[in-house]
Protein backbone atom coordinates (compact mmCIF):
# COMPACT_ATOMS: atom_id res chain seq x y z
CA UNK A 1 0.00 0.00 0.00
CA UNK A 2 1.56 3.29 -0.96
CA UNK A 3 1.01 6.59 0.98
CA UNK A 4 -1.50 7.65 -2.46
CA UNK A 5 -3.60 5.02 -1.39
CA UNK A 6 -3.41 4.65 2.67
CA UNK A 7 -6.24 6.98 3.16
CA UNK A 8 -8.78 4.70 1.10
CA UNK A 9 -6.77 1.75 2.09
CA UNK A 10 -7.64 1.82 5.71
CA UNK A 11 -10.80 3.33 6.22
CA UNK A 12 -13.54 1.16 7.95
CA UNK A 13 -15.65 -1.61 6.35
CA UNK A 14 -15.15 -1.26 2.23
CA UNK A 15 -14.66 -3.66 -0.55
CA UNK A 16 -11.26 -4.42 -1.98
CA UNK A 17 -10.14 -1.65 -4.26
CA UNK A 18 -10.35 -1.75 -8.06
CA UNK A 19 -7.28 -3.10 -9.90
CA UNK A 20 -6.40 -4.58 -12.95
CA UNK A 21 -5.48 -8.03 -13.11
CA UNK A 22 -1.39 -7.03 -13.90
CA UNK A 23 -1.97 -4.46 -10.76
CA UNK A 24 -3.32 -7.69 -9.07
CA UNK A 25 -0.85 -9.59 -9.65
CA UNK A 26 1.95 -7.31 -9.10
CA UNK A 27 -0.04 -6.33 -5.79
CA UNK A 28 0.28 -10.61 -4.50
CA UNK A 29 4.20 -10.21 -5.59
CA UNK A 30 4.98 -7.26 -3.14
CA UNK A 31 3.06 -9.71 -0.12
CA UNK A 32 5.18 -12.75 -1.80
CA UNK A 33 7.90 -10.57 -0.91
CA UNK A 34 7.22 -9.37 2.35
CA UNK A 35 6.47 -13.58 3.15
CA UNK A 36 9.99 -14.43 1.77
CA UNK A 37 11.57 -12.02 4.19
CA UNK A 38 9.72 -13.13 6.97
CA UNK A 39 11.19 -16.52 6.66
CA UNK A 40 14.50 -15.38 5.67
CA UNK A 41 15.09 -12.61 8.37
CA UNK A 42 12.86 -13.54 11.48
CA UNK A 43 11.47 -9.67 13.28
CA UNK A 44 11.21 -7.97 10.38
CA UNK A 45 8.98 -4.85 11.32
CA UNK A 46 6.97 -4.93 7.97
CA UNK A 47 5.77 -1.32 6.39
CA UNK A 48 3.49 -0.25 2.88
CA UNK A 49 4.20 -2.74 -0.09
CA UNK A 50 2.72 -1.25 -2.92
CA UNK A 51 2.41 -2.30 -6.49
CA UNK A 52 3.68 0.18 -9.01
CA UNK A 53 4.12 0.81 -12.74
CA UNK A 54 6.05 -2.76 -14.33
CA UNK A 55 6.71 -4.14 -10.44
CA UNK A 56 6.64 -3.74 -6.56
CA UNK A 57 8.23 -2.89 -3.79
CA UNK A 58 8.28 -3.44 -0.01
CA UNK A 59 9.33 -1.49 2.89
CA UNK A 60 10.96 -3.06 5.81
CA UNK A 61 13.19 -2.76 9.37
CA UNK A 62 15.16 -5.64 8.80
CA UNK A 63 17.17 -7.06 11.41
CA UNK A 64 19.99 -7.67 9.09
CA UNK A 65 21.59 -5.55 6.67
CA UNK A 66 20.30 -6.84 2.96
CA UNK A 67 22.51 -5.73 -0.20
CA UNK A 68 21.63 -5.95 -4.01
CA UNK A 69 23.90 -9.24 -3.44
CA UNK A 70 20.89 -11.28 -0.97
CA UNK A 71 18.05 -10.80 -4.08
CA UNK A 72 18.85 -14.21 -4.89
CA UNK A 73 18.25 -15.81 -2.41
CA UNK A 74 14.96 -13.92 -1.52
CA UNK A 75 13.92 -14.83 -5.31
CA UNK A 76 14.55 -18.29 -4.39
CA UNK A 77 12.63 -18.23 -1.38
CA UNK A 78 10.29 -16.18 -3.22
CA UNK A 79 9.87 -19.26 -5.70
CA UNK A 80 9.80 -21.91 -3.03
CA UNK A 81 6.43 -20.28 -1.36
CA UNK A 82 5.01 -19.69 -5.09
CA UNK A 83 5.26 -22.92 -5.67
CA UNK A 84 3.22 -24.80 -2.72
CA UNK A 85 0.29 -22.78 -4.69
CA UNK A 86 -1.29 -21.38 -1.01
CA UNK A 87 -4.02 -19.33 -1.21
CA UNK A 88 -4.55 -15.77 -0.56
CA UNK A 89 -7.14 -15.42 1.94
CA UNK A 90 -9.03 -12.43 3.31
CA UNK A 91 -10.37 -11.74 6.26
CA UNK A 92 -11.50 -8.66 8.49
CA UNK A 93 -10.88 -7.92 11.82
CA UNK A 94 -12.15 -4.93 14.27
CA UNK A 95 -10.22 -2.13 14.65
CA UNK A 96 -9.12 -3.49 18.92
CA UNK A 97 -8.52 -6.66 17.12
CA UNK A 98 -6.42 -5.58 14.34
CA UNK A 99 -4.35 -3.49 17.03
CA UNK A 100 -4.44 -6.53 19.26
CA UNK A 101 -2.85 -8.44 16.13
CA UNK A 102 -0.31 -5.73 15.20
CA UNK A 103 0.96 -5.65 19.29
CA UNK A 104 1.08 -9.04 19.85
CA UNK A 105 3.29 -9.61 15.97
CA UNK A 106 5.68 -6.83 16.87
CA UNK A 107 4.48 -4.99 13.90
CA UNK A 108 4.65 -0.84 15.20
CA UNK A 109 4.54 0.39 11.80
CA UNK A 110 0.85 -1.56 11.36
CA UNK A 111 -0.23 -0.74 14.63
CA UNK A 112 0.44 3.07 13.45
CA UNK A 113 -1.50 3.11 10.82
CA UNK A 114 -4.33 1.29 12.72
CA UNK A 115 -4.54 3.68 15.14
CA UNK A 116 -5.21 6.20 12.49
CA UNK A 117 -8.11 4.35 10.69
CA UNK A 118 -11.96 4.92 12.22
CA UNK A 119 -13.63 2.76 14.06
CA UNK A 120 -14.85 -0.37 11.50
CA UNK A 121 -13.57 -3.60 10.25
CA UNK A 122 -10.10 -3.83 9.09
CA UNK A 123 -9.57 -6.13 5.55
CA UNK A 124 -6.18 -8.49 6.11
CA UNK A 125 -4.85 -11.31 4.08
CA UNK A 126 -2.92 -14.46 4.63
CA UNK A 127 -1.03 -17.09 2.37
CA UNK A 128 1.69 -19.42 3.46
CA UNK A 129 1.65 -18.69 7.27
CA UNK A 130 1.88 -15.15 6.56
CA UNK A 131 -0.55 -12.40 7.41
CA UNK A 132 -0.62 -8.98 6.34
CA UNK A 133 -3.02 -5.95 6.39
CA UNK A 134 -4.45 -5.03 2.81
CA UNK A 135 -7.80 -4.52 1.43
CA UNK A 136 -6.21 -6.11 -2.00
CA UNK A 137 -7.31 -7.61 -3.94
CA UNK A 138 -5.15 -10.31 -4.87
CA UNK A 139 -4.80 -13.30 -7.37
CA UNK A 140 -6.60 -16.63 -5.92
CA UNK A 141 -3.19 -18.85 -5.77
CA UNK A 142 0.54 -18.30 -4.90
CA UNK A 143 1.39 -20.51 -8.56
CA UNK A 144 0.43 -17.79 -10.51
CA UNK A 145 3.02 -15.78 -9.32
CA UNK A 146 5.55 -16.73 -12.03
CA UNK A 147 7.70 -13.58 -13.84
CA UNK A 148 9.69 -11.51 -11.68
CA UNK A 149 12.76 -10.26 -10.55
CA UNK A 150 14.08 -8.54 -8.07
CA UNK A 151 15.89 -5.52 -8.73
CA UNK A 152 17.28 -3.09 -6.35
CA UNK A 153 17.83 -2.43 -2.71
CA UNK A 154 17.42 1.09 -1.30
CA UNK A 155 16.69 3.39 1.56
CA UNK A 156 13.56 4.72 2.60
CA UNK A 157 12.22 6.83 5.62
CA UNK A 158 8.96 5.34 6.97
CA UNK A 159 6.11 7.67 5.25
CA UNK A 160 8.82 9.07 3.18
CA UNK A 161 9.64 11.58 6.70
CA UNK A 162 13.11 11.96 7.37
CA UNK A 163 12.41 12.16 11.01
CA UNK A 164 10.62 8.08 11.07
CA UNK A 165 12.92 5.32 11.08
CA UNK A 166 14.59 4.11 8.24
CA UNK A 167 13.51 1.09 6.32
CA UNK A 168 14.88 -1.08 3.87
CA UNK A 169 13.40 -0.77 0.74
CA UNK A 170 13.46 -3.96 -1.82
CA UNK A 171 12.05 -3.55 -5.73
CA UNK A 172 11.00 -5.85 -8.25
CA UNK A 173 9.65 -6.28 -11.61
CA UNK A 174 6.81 -8.65 -12.69
CA UNK A 175 4.72 -9.09 -15.55
CA UNK A 176 1.92 -11.75 -16.94
CA UNK A 177 4.76 -13.20 -19.00
CA UNK A 178 8.01 -14.79 -19.57
CA UNK A 179 8.39 -12.38 -22.90
CA UNK A 180 7.30 -9.33 -20.81
CA UNK A 181 9.41 -10.12 -18.17
CA UNK A 182 12.20 -10.65 -20.71
CA UNK A 183 12.08 -7.41 -22.44
CA UNK A 184 12.05 -5.47 -19.89
CA UNK A 185 14.90 -7.05 -18.34
CA UNK A 186 16.68 -6.23 -21.51
CA UNK A 187 15.90 -2.57 -21.57
CA UNK A 188 16.79 -2.48 -18.17
CA UNK A 189 20.09 -3.39 -19.40
CA UNK A 190 19.99 -1.17 -22.16
CA UNK A 191 19.26 1.58 -19.30
CA UNK A 192 22.16 0.84 -17.44
CA UNK A 193 24.00 1.71 -20.73
CA UNK A 194 22.55 4.75 -20.94
CA UNK A 195 22.79 6.06 -17.51
CA UNK A 196 23.41 10.26 -17.73
CA UNK A 197 25.70 9.71 -14.71
CA UNK A 198 27.92 7.26 -16.01
CA UNK A 199 27.68 8.89 -19.91
CA UNK A 200 28.12 12.57 -18.03
CA UNK A 201 31.95 11.06 -16.38
CA UNK A 202 32.88 9.61 -19.19
CA UNK A 203 32.10 11.98 -21.69
CA UNK A 204 33.07 15.12 -19.51
CA UNK A 205 29.65 16.31 -19.52
CA UNK A 206 28.95 17.56 -16.29
CA UNK A 207 29.78 16.85 -12.54
CA UNK A 208 28.14 17.01 -9.53
CA UNK A 209 30.12 16.61 -6.47
CA UNK A 210 29.82 16.87 -2.13
CA UNK A 211 32.34 19.49 -2.64
CA UNK A 212 30.52 22.18 -4.82
CA UNK A 213 27.49 21.08 -3.08
CA UNK A 214 24.74 18.49 -3.35
CA UNK A 215 22.44 18.63 -6.09
CA UNK A 216 24.48 21.56 -7.67
CA UNK A 217 25.36 21.39 -11.67
CA UNK A 218 28.63 21.77 -12.61
CA UNK A 219 28.38 21.91 -16.31
CA UNK A 220 31.84 21.13 -18.03
CA UNK A 221 32.84 22.73 -21.60
CA UNK A 222 31.69 19.75 -23.77
CA UNK A 223 28.18 19.80 -21.40
CA UNK A 224 27.68 23.22 -21.85
CA UNK A 225 28.07 23.53 -25.59
CA UNK A 226 25.15 21.21 -26.29
CA UNK A 227 23.26 22.89 -23.55
CA UNK A 228 23.98 26.44 -25.45
CA UNK A 229 22.46 24.79 -28.54
CA UNK A 230 19.54 24.04 -27.14
CA UNK A 231 19.07 27.17 -25.51
CA UNK A 232 19.60 28.84 -28.96
CA UNK A 233 17.36 26.71 -30.62
CA UNK A 234 14.74 27.73 -27.90
CA UNK A 235 15.44 31.12 -28.01
CA UNK A 236 15.10 31.31 -31.65
CA UNK A 237 11.84 29.49 -31.83
CA UNK A 238 10.20 32.14 -29.14
CA UNK A 239 11.30 34.80 -30.67
CA UNK A 240 9.78 33.84 -33.82
CA UNK A 241 6.33 32.83 -31.82
CA UNK A 242 6.20 36.30 -30.43
CA UNK A 243 7.26 35.53 -27.42
CA UNK A 244 9.56 38.92 -25.08
CA UNK A 245 12.68 37.43 -22.86
CA UNK A 246 12.97 38.21 -18.99
CA UNK A 247 15.79 37.92 -16.93
CA UNK A 248 14.75 38.11 -13.32
CA UNK A 249 16.65 37.48 -9.77
CA UNK A 250 17.45 34.73 -7.94
CA UNK A 251 16.25 36.24 -4.63
CA UNK A 252 13.28 38.14 -3.67
CA UNK A 253 11.68 39.48 -0.23
CA UNK A 254 10.41 36.65 1.68
CA UNK A 255 6.78 39.01 1.94
CA UNK A 256 6.82 38.05 -2.11
CA UNK A 257 6.53 34.63 -1.26
CA UNK A 258 3.88 35.04 1.48
CA UNK A 259 1.89 37.14 -1.32
CA UNK A 260 2.36 34.19 -4.19
CA UNK A 261 1.63 31.40 -1.57
CA UNK A 262 4.21 29.56 -1.71
CA UNK A 263 5.45 30.23 1.83
CA UNK A 264 2.10 28.68 2.74
CA UNK A 265 2.12 25.50 0.07
CA UNK A 266 5.63 24.66 -0.80
CA UNK A 267 7.37 25.68 2.05
CA UNK A 268 8.68 22.55 2.62
CA UNK A 269 10.29 22.63 -0.98
CA UNK A 270 12.06 25.63 -0.27
CA UNK A 271 15.84 26.85 1.45
CA UNK A 272 15.30 28.64 4.09
CA UNK A 273 15.00 32.34 4.12
CA UNK A 274 18.38 34.97 4.46
CA UNK A 275 18.76 37.96 6.24
CA UNK A 276 19.75 41.03 4.43
CA UNK A 277 20.02 43.79 6.00
CA UNK A 278 17.13 43.00 9.15
CA UNK A 279 15.05 42.19 5.55
CA UNK A 280 14.38 38.62 5.03
CA UNK A 281 15.00 37.50 1.09
CA UNK A 282 14.56 33.98 0.14
CA UNK A 283 15.72 32.16 -2.98
CA UNK A 284 13.39 31.46 -5.96
CA UNK A 285 11.86 28.49 -6.10
CA UNK A 286 9.68 29.36 -8.78
CA UNK A 287 9.70 32.47 -11.86
CA UNK A 288 6.16 32.77 -11.74
CA UNK A 289 5.99 35.90 -9.38
CA UNK A 290 8.43 38.04 -11.63
CA UNK A 291 6.36 37.12 -14.53
CA UNK A 292 3.52 38.71 -12.84
CA UNK A 293 5.68 41.44 -11.51
CA UNK A 294 6.64 42.77 -15.62
CA UNK A 295 3.09 42.45 -15.99
CA UNK A 296 1.69 44.60 -13.43
CA UNK A 297 4.41 47.13 -14.15
CA UNK A 298 1.96 49.16 -15.07
CA UNK A 299 -1.49 49.28 -16.24
CA UNK A 300 -2.61 46.62 -19.45
CA UNK A 301 -5.32 47.37 -22.49
CA UNK A 302 -6.53 44.31 -23.82
CA UNK A 303 -5.20 45.95 -27.05
CA UNK A 304 -1.57 44.39 -25.87
CA UNK A 305 -3.14 40.90 -25.32
CA UNK A 306 -1.87 38.60 -25.41
CA UNK A 307 1.49 38.93 -23.60
CA UNK A 308 3.61 36.23 -23.77
CA UNK A 309 7.01 36.24 -21.46
CA UNK A 310 9.65 33.71 -22.07
CA UNK A 311 12.75 33.17 -19.58
CA UNK A 312 15.63 30.45 -18.79
CA UNK A 313 15.01 30.90 -15.36
CA UNK A 314 17.17 29.50 -12.59
CA UNK A 315 15.10 28.54 -9.36
CA UNK A 316 16.06 26.46 -6.28
CA UNK A 317 14.40 24.28 -4.43
CA UNK A 318 15.29 21.70 -1.29
CA UNK A 319 15.58 18.33 -2.33
CA UNK A 320 16.25 15.69 0.42
CA UNK A 321 19.95 14.12 -0.33
CA UNK A 322 18.52 10.41 -0.79
CA UNK A 323 16.36 11.98 -3.71
CA UNK A 324 18.79 13.80 -5.67
CA UNK A 325 19.02 11.52 -8.67
CA UNK A 326 22.18 12.94 -11.12
CA UNK A 327 20.44 15.56 -13.80
CA UNK A 328 16.78 14.51 -12.88
CA UNK A 329 16.57 15.53 -9.68
CA UNK A 330 18.80 18.47 -8.23
CA UNK A 331 18.82 21.59 -5.93
CA UNK A 332 19.07 24.41 -8.62
CA UNK A 333 18.03 24.31 -12.24
CA UNK A 334 17.06 25.91 -14.83
CA UNK A 335 13.40 26.23 -15.90
CA UNK A 336 12.38 27.01 -19.45
CA UNK A 337 9.40 28.99 -18.29
CA UNK A 338 6.97 31.02 -19.93
CA UNK A 339 3.78 32.65 -18.96
CA UNK A 340 1.11 34.31 -20.84
CA UNK A 341 -1.35 36.89 -20.29
CA UNK A 342 -4.56 36.69 -22.31
CA UNK A 343 -8.37 36.76 -22.40
CA UNK A 344 -11.16 34.65 -22.27
CA UNK A 345 -11.33 34.82 -26.51
CA UNK A 346 -8.06 34.89 -27.26
CA UNK A 347 -7.34 31.19 -24.65
CA UNK A 348 -7.95 28.79 -27.32
CA UNK A 349 -5.19 30.26 -29.96
CA UNK A 350 -2.54 30.35 -27.21
CA UNK A 351 -3.38 26.64 -26.09
CA UNK A 352 -2.52 25.84 -29.80
CA UNK A 353 0.46 27.85 -29.70
CA UNK A 354 1.99 26.48 -26.72
CA UNK A 355 0.76 23.05 -28.24
CA UNK A 356 2.81 24.26 -31.52
CA UNK A 357 5.78 24.89 -30.32
CA UNK A 358 5.94 21.76 -27.79
CA UNK A 359 5.72 19.87 -30.88
CA UNK A 360 8.69 21.27 -33.11
CA UNK A 361 10.45 20.73 -29.93
CA UNK A 362 9.67 17.22 -29.65
CA UNK A 363 10.61 16.54 -33.17
CA UNK A 364 13.77 18.66 -33.05
CA UNK A 365 15.22 17.11 -30.14
CA UNK A 366 14.11 13.30 -32.13
CA UNK A 367 11.19 12.35 -30.01
CA UNK A 368 8.30 11.22 -32.28
CA UNK A 369 5.89 9.70 -29.54
CA UNK A 370 4.58 10.65 -26.58
CA UNK A 371 1.39 10.38 -24.75
CA UNK A 372 -1.25 13.35 -23.57
CA UNK A 373 -2.78 13.65 -20.04
CA UNK A 374 -5.87 16.67 -19.19
CA UNK A 375 -5.72 16.51 -15.82
CA UNK A 376 -9.13 18.29 -14.95
CA UNK A 377 -11.30 19.06 -11.52
CA UNK A 378 -13.07 16.52 -9.80
CA UNK A 379 -16.63 17.34 -10.66
CA UNK A 380 -18.46 15.57 -7.49
CA UNK A 381 -16.60 17.79 -4.78
CA UNK A 382 -15.62 21.20 -6.69
CA UNK A 383 -15.54 23.24 -4.05
CA UNK A 384 -12.14 22.32 -3.17
CA UNK A 385 -11.11 24.27 -6.60
CA UNK A 386 -10.58 27.83 -7.05
CA UNK A 387 -12.81 29.61 -9.38
CA UNK A 388 -16.33 29.57 -10.69
CA UNK A 389 -17.80 27.01 -12.38
CA UNK A 390 -18.09 29.02 -15.53
CA UNK A 391 -14.11 29.68 -15.95
CA UNK A 392 -13.61 26.08 -14.71
CA UNK A 393 -15.94 24.91 -17.79
CA UNK A 394 -14.44 27.62 -20.17
CA UNK A 395 -10.87 26.50 -19.28
CA UNK A 396 -11.55 22.45 -19.40
CA UNK A 397 -13.63 22.74 -22.40
CA UNK A 398 -10.58 24.62 -24.52
CA UNK A 399 -7.66 22.60 -23.30
CA UNK A 400 -9.89 19.30 -24.68
CA UNK A 401 -11.61 21.28 -27.67
CA UNK A 402 -8.23 21.91 -28.86
CA UNK A 403 -6.61 18.77 -28.33
CA UNK A 404 -9.54 17.21 -29.76
CA UNK A 405 -9.23 19.82 -33.06
CA UNK A 406 -5.65 18.72 -33.31
CA UNK A 407 -6.25 14.97 -33.15
CA UNK A 408 -4.41 14.19 -30.14
CA UNK A 409 -5.07 11.23 -27.97
CA UNK A 410 -4.96 12.06 -24.43
CA UNK A 411 -6.50 10.60 -20.97
CA UNK A 412 -8.65 12.74 -19.18
CA UNK A 413 -7.50 12.74 -15.26
CA UNK A 414 -10.27 13.42 -12.89
CA UNK A 415 -9.58 15.21 -10.04
CA UNK A 416 -6.27 15.47 -11.05
CA UNK A 417 -6.13 19.52 -11.50
CA UNK A 418 -4.55 21.53 -9.24
CA UNK A 419 -7.05 23.60 -7.14
CA UNK A 420 -5.96 26.56 -9.02
CA UNK A 421 -6.48 25.56 -12.58
CA UNK A 422 -6.44 22.68 -15.23
CA UNK A 423 -3.58 21.68 -17.35
CA UNK A 424 -2.49 20.07 -19.98
CA UNK A 425 0.94 17.53 -19.62
CA UNK A 426 2.44 15.72 -22.47
CA UNK A 427 4.86 12.68 -21.74
CA UNK A 428 7.79 12.03 -24.54
CA UNK A 429 8.46 7.85 -25.27
CA UNK A 430 12.60 7.79 -25.42
CA UNK A 431 14.54 5.69 -27.74
CA UNK A 432 14.14 2.04 -25.17
CA UNK A 433 10.44 2.85 -24.85
CA UNK A 434 10.49 4.67 -21.05
CA UNK A 435 8.16 7.88 -20.73
CA UNK A 436 9.27 10.85 -19.70
CA UNK A 437 7.10 14.02 -18.17
CA UNK A 438 8.14 16.99 -20.18
CA UNK A 439 5.74 19.82 -21.16
CA UNK A 440 3.05 21.09 -19.19
CA UNK A 441 0.55 23.72 -20.00
CA UNK A 442 -1.25 25.04 -17.16
CA UNK A 443 -3.85 27.47 -16.14
CA UNK A 444 -3.92 29.10 -13.48
CA UNK A 445 -7.18 31.00 -11.33
CA UNK A 446 -4.98 31.72 -7.95
CA UNK A 447 -2.27 34.17 -9.22
CA UNK A 448 -3.88 36.65 -11.08
CA UNK A 449 -6.45 37.17 -8.06
CA UNK A 450 -3.55 36.93 -4.97
CA UNK A 451 -1.50 40.04 -7.27
CA UNK A 452 -5.17 41.86 -8.52
CA UNK A 453 -4.00 41.57 -12.15
CA UNK A 454 -6.50 43.13 -14.52
CA UNK A 455 -6.65 44.87 -17.89
CA UNK A 456 -8.77 47.28 -19.14
CA UNK A 457 -11.06 45.44 -22.02
CA UNK A 458 -13.02 47.28 -24.76
CA UNK A 459 -15.63 48.03 -22.67
CA UNK A 460 -13.41 50.79 -20.19
CA UNK A 461 -13.73 47.96 -17.58
CA UNK A 462 -11.63 46.09 -15.94
CA UNK A 463 -11.69 42.66 -16.73
CA UNK A 464 -9.07 39.98 -15.12
CA UNK A 465 -6.87 38.43 -17.69
CA UNK A 466 -6.06 34.46 -17.72
CA UNK A 467 -2.63 33.39 -17.10
CA UNK A 468 -1.53 30.40 -18.46
CA UNK A 469 2.22 28.12 -17.08
CA UNK A 470 4.26 26.56 -19.52
CA UNK A 471 6.97 24.63 -19.55
CA UNK A 472 8.28 22.82 -22.55
CA UNK A 473 11.69 21.20 -21.61
CA UNK A 474 10.84 21.09 -17.73
CA UNK A 475 14.45 22.23 -16.32
CA UNK A 476 17.50 21.86 -18.93
CA UNK A 477 19.51 19.88 -16.37
CA UNK A 478 16.71 16.99 -16.55
CA UNK A 479 16.21 17.42 -20.04
CA UNK A 480 19.87 17.13 -20.96
CA UNK A 481 19.56 14.24 -18.66
CA UNK A 482 17.00 12.69 -20.42
CA UNK A 483 18.39 13.45 -23.75
CA UNK A 484 21.87 11.74 -22.71
CA UNK A 485 20.28 8.92 -22.17
CA UNK A 486 17.80 8.76 -25.49
CA UNK A 487 20.93 9.07 -27.77
CA UNK A 488 23.26 7.05 -25.84
CA UNK A 489 25.21 9.66 -25.75
CA UNK A 490 25.56 10.08 -29.34
CA UNK A 491 24.40 13.10 -30.22
CA UNK A 492 22.70 13.97 -33.70
CA UNK A 493 25.87 16.42 -35.56
CA UNK A 494 23.83 19.64 -35.17
CA UNK A 495 24.30 18.97 -31.27
CA UNK A 496 27.51 17.48 -30.68
CA UNK A 497 30.19 19.12 -29.15
CA UNK A 498 32.71 17.90 -31.28
CA UNK A 499 31.82 17.06 -34.92
CA UNK A 500 34.85 16.03 -36.37
CA UNK A 501 37.79 14.65 -34.72
CA UNK A 502 41.39 15.00 -37.12
CA UNK A 503 43.79 11.92 -36.78
CA UNK A 504 47.29 12.82 -38.12
CA UNK A 505 49.08 9.58 -39.09
CA UNK A 506 52.03 10.95 -37.81
CA UNK A 507 53.67 13.67 -35.75
CA UNK A 508 55.28 15.28 -39.26
CA UNK A 509 51.23 16.02 -40.62
CA UNK A 510 50.47 17.84 -37.31
CA UNK A 511 50.70 20.81 -39.19
CA UNK A 512 48.44 20.17 -41.65
CA UNK A 513 45.66 18.68 -39.49
CA UNK A 514 45.86 22.17 -37.62
CA UNK A 515 45.05 23.74 -40.81
CA UNK A 516 42.17 21.31 -40.93
CA UNK A 517 40.79 22.04 -37.59
CA UNK A 518 41.20 25.86 -38.61
CA UNK A 519 39.62 25.67 -41.72
CA UNK A 520 36.55 23.69 -40.49
CA UNK A 521 36.44 26.32 -37.90
CA UNK A 522 36.05 28.87 -39.95
CA UNK A 523 33.15 27.41 -41.94
CA UNK A 524 31.44 27.67 -38.16
CA UNK A 525 32.18 23.67 -37.56
CA UNK A 526 33.47 22.40 -34.35
CA UNK A 527 36.33 19.54 -34.52
CA UNK A 528 39.47 19.03 -32.42
CA UNK A 529 43.19 17.86 -33.17
CA UNK A 530 44.18 14.41 -31.65
CA UNK A 531 47.75 15.73 -30.73
CA UNK A 532 48.77 12.22 -29.42
CA UNK A 533 51.73 9.91 -30.47
CA UNK A 534 49.22 6.92 -30.18
CA UNK A 535 48.60 4.62 -33.33
CA UNK A 536 45.85 5.52 -35.83
CA UNK A 537 43.96 2.33 -34.63
CA UNK A 538 43.69 3.51 -30.83
CA UNK A 539 43.25 7.53 -31.97
CA UNK A 540 40.19 6.07 -34.08
CA UNK A 541 38.63 3.65 -31.57
CA UNK A 542 39.29 6.59 -28.71
CA UNK A 543 37.39 9.32 -31.20
CA UNK A 544 34.73 6.10 -31.38
CA UNK A 545 34.45 5.78 -27.77
CA UNK A 546 34.35 9.85 -27.16
CA UNK A 547 31.32 9.31 -29.87
CA UNK A 548 32.27 11.80 -32.30
CA UNK A 549 30.61 11.88 -35.31
CA UNK A 550 33.36 12.03 -37.98
CA UNK A 551 37.41 11.07 -37.53
CA UNK A 552 39.23 12.59 -40.43
CA UNK A 553 42.37 10.77 -41.32
CA UNK A 554 45.36 13.22 -42.33
CA UNK A 555 48.81 12.22 -43.98
CA UNK A 556 51.37 12.66 -46.50
CA UNK A 557 48.62 12.07 -49.23
CA UNK A 558 45.97 14.22 -47.34
CA UNK A 559 48.30 17.07 -47.38
CA UNK A 560 49.18 17.20 -50.75
CA UNK A 561 45.51 17.18 -52.32
CA UNK A 562 44.31 18.93 -49.26
CA UNK A 563 41.35 16.20 -48.75
CA UNK A 564 40.50 13.84 -45.65
CA UNK A 565 40.39 10.48 -44.83
CA UNK A 566 36.76 10.26 -43.62
CA UNK A 567 35.32 7.60 -40.79
CA UNK A 568 31.89 7.93 -39.84
CA UNK A 569 30.81 6.70 -36.62
CA UNK A 570 28.87 3.50 -36.97
CA UNK A 571 29.20 3.48 -40.50
CA UNK A 572 33.19 2.87 -41.08
CA UNK A 573 35.08 4.22 -44.02
CA UNK A 574 33.64 6.73 -46.23
CA UNK A 575 36.87 7.25 -48.15
CA UNK A 576 39.11 9.96 -49.14
CA UNK A 577 36.87 13.46 -49.66
CA UNK A 578 38.18 16.42 -50.63
CA UNK A 579 38.36 19.23 -47.70
CA UNK A 580 35.65 21.35 -48.83
CA UNK A 581 33.64 18.67 -50.31
CA UNK A 582 33.86 17.35 -46.53
CA UNK A 583 32.73 20.61 -45.35
CA UNK A 584 29.71 21.18 -47.53
CA UNK A 585 28.82 17.53 -46.50
CA UNK A 586 29.16 18.36 -42.31
CA UNK A 587 27.35 21.63 -42.98
CA UNK A 588 24.34 20.08 -44.80
CA UNK A 589 23.91 17.77 -41.70
CA UNK A 590 24.46 20.47 -39.15
CA UNK A 591 21.70 22.45 -40.42
CA UNK A 592 19.27 19.18 -40.11
CA UNK A 593 18.02 18.91 -35.78
CA UNK A 594 17.70 15.29 -36.24
CA UNK A 595 19.89 13.13 -38.22
Known sequence: MSDQTETNEFAGEYAPRELSPVETLRHSFAHLLASAVADLYPGTRFGTGPHVEHGFYYDMQIPETVSVDDLPKIEEKMREIAKGNHKFERFLLERADA???????????????????????????????????????????????????LTAVSGAYWRANDKNPQMTRIYGVAFETKDELEGHLKMLEEAAKRDHRKLGRELELFQITQEYGGGLVLWMPHGAFIRKQIEDFWRDEHLRRGYNFLFT???????????????????????????????????????????????????????????????????????????????????????????????RDSLEEEINGCLDIAQTMYQTFGFPDYKVELSVRDSQNSKNFLGSDEIWDLAEGTLARVLEARGIPYTRMEGEAAFYGPKIDVKVIDAIGRIWQLTTVQLDFNLPDRFDLSYIGADNAHHRPIMVHRALLG????????????????????????????????EKFLDYGRDVVQTLRNAGLRAELDQSDEKLGYKVRRAEMEKVPYALVVGGREAETRSVGVRKRKDGDLGTLSLEAFIERLKGEDKGKVR
Not at 113 to 141: R, W
Not at 257 to 269: C, F, K
Not at 305 to 332: C, D, I, K, N, Q
Not at 477 to 506: M, N, T
Open 475 to 506: SLERFFGILIEHYAGDFPVWLAPVQAKVLPLS
Open 99 to 149: LKWANEAAQPFKAEIIEGIPEGKISFYKHAGFTDMCAGPHVNYSSKLKHFK
Open 249 to 343: PHVAPLTLWDRSGHNDHYRDSMYSPMDVEGQMYQLKPMNCPFHIGVFNNRQRSYRELPMRYAELGTVYRFERSGALHGLMRVRGFTQDDAHIFCS
